[in-house]
């Protein structure tokens, strides 16, 4: 015979004893509908993979690897075709890097501020502010880059011509500031999530107010810091219309950030806009670079684990 559950059933005394529950139905349909959500994200993402591959392999299979890796001409939409990657590529990595030059210290700064000096008040101002402004739509920014800075930047340029119409220095500047909300506001949950006991423990020791945030707190918040600073770099490797609008549509392989050039983002939103027959070399473009890209993205990913798990601190 099946063997009946047991409950708990009060003693001579009226307290229960402990015995095996009724079976919590509610917990389980939250548990399936948990486990169901995290299917679909991986779904998602093999989804996302497969339909990369397949065209990906068909362009590999007319244009060598090595040409598109090692080429510094892009031209795919034009004749005579170059497969060329790295002018996608060095465009890219140069817009990514004046980002993070812009957005990782201001990001970081404002956290700390708003962690470590901000009133409970001020705090409660600043911080929906901040995260307000990661609202605002990316091609606002790219406007904003093309018809306000670019136009001060010309304006104030010291020697030279100063920076073209269309440029990365512009483009990277203004994708900076689209990022600051992320990293700040992520790195201040870090932030605030170390205890105060190491706080009081620093002040017991006579130490100052920036002297514990600095050599204290951001150490021990550090593995969160890094997961917010590659999610920053992530968003800005994938921005797409602040790149297109702002910086041009020209490939260029060059390191000059005055001058036009154009993303791996920036080329899929051109040719998927444009009229470009379905089956073709040049539609099979599209997912090599979004596979190049997909990867890079990946792979930054895959690092950052790995640094949140090497620092990641854990308190009682």
Do not use: C
């Amino acid at each position: 015979m099946p063997a009946r559950k047991r409950e708990a059933v009060p003693d001579a005394g009226g307290s229960p004893r402990l015995g095996r529950s009724r079976p919590r139905h509610g917990e389980r349909v939250i548990r399936i509908g948990l486990i169901a959500a995290a299917l679909v994200s991986i779904a998602t993402t093999i989804g996302i993979v497969v339909s990369l591959i397949e065209p990906s392999v068909r362009f590999f299979g007319e244009v060598s690897a090595k040409e598109f890796f090692t080429g510094t001409q892009w031209t795919p939409l034009f004749e005579p075709a170059r497969y060329g990657v790295l002018p996608l590529v060095a465009a890219t990595l140069l817009i990514t890097v004046i980002a993070l030059l812009v957005a990782l210290p201001l990001g970081l700064a404002s956290a700390i501020y708003l962690s470590e000096y901000a009133t409970p008040r001020t705090r409660g101002v600043l911080k929906p502010a901040l995260e307000l402004l990661a609202g605002i739509p990316t091609v606002v920014f790219g406007f904003f880059a093309l018809k306000f800075l670019t136009p001060r930047l010309q304006g104030i340029w010291p020697w030279g011509e100063g920076p073209d119409i269309f440029n990365a220095l512009s483009a990277g500047l203004v994708m900076g500031m689209m990022i600051i909300p992320t990293i700040a506001s992520l790195s201040e949950d870090a932030l605030s999530a170390v205890p105060h006991s190491l706080r009081d423990g620093a002040y017991a020791m006579g130490a100052s107010k920036r002297v514990v945030a600095t050599t204290v707190v951001v150490p021990a918040a550090l593995s969160g810091i890094v997961a917010a600073f590659v999610l920053g770099v992530s968003r800005a490797v994938g921005e797409t219309m602040i790149v297109a609008i702002a910086s041009g549509n020209r490939p260029n392989l060059t390191w000059n950030p005055l001058e036009a050039m154009q993303t791996m983002t920036g080329f899929i939103a051109q040719a998927a806009s444009g009229d470009v027959p379905v089956g073709t070399v040049d539609y099979h473009t599209l997912f090599a670079v979004g596979l190049l890209l997909f990867t890079l993205t990946f792979a930054m990913n895959a690092v950052s684990i790995r640094l949140v798990r090497r620092f990641r601190e854990v308190y009682e």
